[in-house]
């Protein structure tokens, strides 16, 4: 019998397989096997069909899960084995019309093919700042709409050359179909302006005048993947101040870009997982706890802050400006305060022309802003703090399918997301909305992702907040609306990135949120049942004397925790230590603000204890960017703490009223600083009592698993302890990985709340 029995396989694979060079590894996969058939894409992923001896597809599959390019993102694969149809060849067909086509791929930090390429001077891409192929490149930051073709990218003004070309329709090259192609001959070009807009110098001679620059101390403006750079020399103190000062960024950390990683590992202490994450092809800004005393690093780069925020070059372009600087640099993002990131040459000279003496720019659009993402280790695992470039817009794959549903996210460190089935597509990063600037970018933001994955939302999800932005532009969309309160959304996107179905203890802790009855939360203690969910337990609420005020002056705050602790006793002599921090008009005004109960609202915010905290142990005079005091107070724990916690009560009324809890008691505190106890020491003691709160609610609460999310988890110690002490007592603990604990993670929250809220479930 010569007859081997021939099959024709169908498989369906969902992923973010497209612009990661999927499509010509299947070809060449399929050719080596010597099976007949096709490969196109899809809506969601990668259709293939390959027909042969039932071995050689059964190797084929097994060769296809194993060895597929590392930026394939595979989410399911689904073979059926159907009748040989007679195929005669192996093809790469045009992508199906219709219906939207596959994820979009993030950006790709340059590989080392290309990395080795650029830097030799026998290539032809010697030095040439766009080189990419297949596996790396810019990709959601220059695509103007599905399938990711290049007349779809902002790539489709540059007709490639003869020698592009040929690679670009070589199934055997590692520029097949790369969209952004390029080289010297063909392709984009860089050119030197300086702050009038004048033209320096273009091409390599614009690049090594930049460095020159960036070695002066001047700023330069770098228009980079996502968007623009602002960078000076990390070593040059009054370049840094000054970046500060016409940024008008004043305390919060900048990010550092080194060349390469041996000079983090110089400047910071790198763990295995850390590293991964650096050389990632997402290429995040790593935080990462400094060395002490290493000299290259201006003390103005992250002022008291034992952690450095570093990334590693991952365009060609800052791997060419990092070689020839040797050098680490400052690399923030090109905005003012918390503005949206430039990405156009000429807006960013409007824009950024005081900041920066120079700018270096190219030809390229960039289509959207994709600011750099940011990341840190806890738990041995790696958290999203900001989740940008590299990252957005790949979904995050939920439970069970659900409709249409556009999710506004908050107001602060903003994102958005539409939900399509499984999926959940988070949009990047877009800041707080706090500027018509930042409002216009939001509405942006919400009509291109709709475009690009052609989701028509049959609903939207807001905030409770009647004044966000965010909830006025939901509720002027003519779609019905559904409002989610922000702890419970925090609580629900937690859930949702780790799978869990209620019951659970939702424990959401931030700097505040609108409550349901017209105080601030921030400390809640939540319930997710499959009947509901019910606020279980909350911190004692105190006054914000001045409000939005108190929270750039932890000592207000602090001022507003004692009264609501101790009353009018808190103006008595015995507390003047604390009270010098106020001159006695100021007293006063305060004295009768809080009486009178005048713009004083109640929170019971965790962040703000920890502002209140951080004040009364000497830390944090003032709040120059959210958390700052809180992470003063983080950064102040020492490296071998106390196993001490300051005390709390309950008030526990019954079932059907939430739990009071008054902490700490602020007598124990203040004993505590009197005595002169160290200000690390009194931080563990408050941190550690945190944990004891969490560990009796969920006794309380009388279940088995606890969810952690908002702001407050962003703290290391505080969720590595709570985690730690959970499970050590039996408990399973989850917290936040892929999406933010903070309000960037609220949207995918929304959605998932806004289904069971509709489903007349929880
Ligand atoms: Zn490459
Ligand atoms: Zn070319
Ligand atoms: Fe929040």
């Known amino acids: ?61 097994l060769r296809l899960t194993r060895d597929h390019p590392d930026r394939a993102v595979i989410y399911g694969t689904e073979p059926l084995f159907l009748d040989k149809a007679g195929y005669t060849e192996f093809a790469i067909s045009e992508s199906l019309p219709g219906e939207p086509s596959a994820w979009i791929a993030p950006e790709i930090a340059t590989c080392d093919d290309c990395r080795r390429e650029l830097l030799d001077p026998g290539d032809r891409r010697f030095r040439y700042p766009f080189i990419n192929c297949t596996h790396c490149g810019p990709r959601y930051s220059i695509i103007s709409r599905l399938p990711y073709d290049r007349a779809n990218t902002s790539m489709h003004r540059f007709v490639m050359c003869p020698a592009c070309s040929h690679e670009y329709h070589d199934p055997g090259d590692r520029r097949f179909h790369a969209q952004p192609n390029a080289c010297p001959d063909c392709g984009p070009n860089l050119e030197l302006w300086d702050s009038s807009g004048q033209v320096l110098s273009k091409g390599d001679a614009a690049l090594c005048q930049a460095v020159g620059l960036v070695r002066d101390g001047r700023i330069l403006a770098l228009k980079g993947l996502g968007g623009f750079h602002l960078i ?98 400052v690399a923030t993002s090109g ?78 460190k903003n994102s958005v997301a539409l939900s399509q089935g499984r999926s959940v597509f988070i949009s990047q990063h877009i800041g707080d909305i706090e500027t018509p600037q930042s409002c216009e970018a939001f509405s942006r933001c919400i009509r291109d992702l709709s475009q690009l994955y052609s989701i028509k939302p049959e609903r939207v999800v807001c905030d409770l907040h009647p004044d966000y932005f965010s909830t006025q532009e939901a509720r002027s969309m003519g779609l019905p609306v559904i409002s989610v309160q922000h702890h419970e959304a925090h609580v629900f996107s937690c859930m949702g990135e780790n799978g869990l179905q209620p019951p659970l203890l939702g424990v959401a802790w931030d700097g505040s949120g609108y409550g349901t009855e017209g105080t601030v939360w921030g400390g809640e203690f939540i319930l997710v049942t499959m009947e509901g969910t019910r606020r279980l337990a909350h911190f004692a609420p105190f006054p914000l004397p001045g409000g939005e005020a108190a929270v750039r002056e932890p000592r207000r705050v602090l001022l507003g925790a004692l009264y609501a602790s101790i009353g009018l006793a808190v103006f008595e002599s015995q507390n003047a230590q604390f009270l010098s921090a106020f001159t006695t008009s100021e007293l006063a005004a305060l004295r009768q603000v809080l009486e009178r109960k005048i713009n004083s609202p109640l929170t019971s915010s965790v962040g703000r204890l920890f502002d209140a905290m951080a004040a009364v142990a000497g830390l944090g005079a003032s709040n120059s960017f959210e958390g700052q005091a809180a992470m003063a107070l983080e950064f102040s ?26 902490a700490p008691l602020w007598a124990e505190v203040l004993a505590d600083r009197q005595r002169g106890v160290p200000t690390g020491i009194m931080s563990a003691r408050f941190h550690n009592m945190l944990v004891d709160i969490i560990i009796w609610a969920v006794r309380r609460s009388g279940l088995d698993r606890v969810a952690l999310s908002g702001g407050c988890f962003q703290n290391r110690y505080l969720t590595e302890r709570a985690v730690t002490r959970l499970r050590a007592a039996g408990f399973m603990a989850y917290w936040h990985q892929r999406v933010p604990p903070n309000d960037g993670g609220l949207a995918l929250g929304q959605i998932l709340a806004a289904v069971r809220l509709s489903s007349g479930k929880a």
């Open 232 to 329: 000076v020399d990390a070593s040059a103190d009054s370049g840094v101040e000054l970046l500060r000062q016409r940024k008008h960024r004043h305390g919060k950390p900048l990010a550092l870009m080194f060349p390469h990683i041996s000079s983090v590992k110089d400047a910071c202490y790198v763990s295995p997982q850390e590293e991964r994450l650096l050389i990632s092809p997402a290429a995040p800004i790593v935080l990462l706890r400094r060395r002490e005393g290493f000299p290259a690093i201006s003390t103005g780069v992250a002022p008291g802050n034992p952690y450095l925020g570093a990334m590693l070059p991952y365009s060609p372009l800052h791997i060419l400006l990092l070689n020839d600087l040797g050098r680490p640099i």
């Open 1 to 61: 019998m010569s007859d081997i029995v021939k099959q024709r396989l169908r498989l369906t694979i969902h992923g973010a397989v497209q612009g990661v060079g999927f499509r010509p590894f299947v070809y060449r996969l399929a050719t080596d096997l010597g099976l007949y058939g096709w490969v196109c894409n899809t809506a969601g992923g990668v259709l293939i069909e390959v027909e042969g001896p039932t071995a050689a597809l059964q190797e084929f599959l």
């Open 637 to 662: 724990l020492p490296p071998v703490t106390t196993e001490e916690a300051y005390s709390f009560q309950v008030l526990d009324k019954g079932d059907d009223v939430p739990v009071i809890i008054r």
């Open 335 to 412: 905005n003012i305060a918390e503005e949206t990131i430039c990405i156009d040459e000429h807006e960013a000279l409007r824009r950024l022309g005081d900041l920066a003496d120079f700018f270096l720019v190219h030809n390229r659009p960039i289509l959207r802003a994709v600011d750099d993402s940011v990341v840190r280790v806890i738990l041995d695992t790696e958290q999203v703090i900001r989740r940008a470039r590299g990252y957005a817009p790949l979904p995050i794959l939920i439970d069970s399918p659900v409709s249409s549903i556009l999710a506004v996210g908050g107001h602060l």
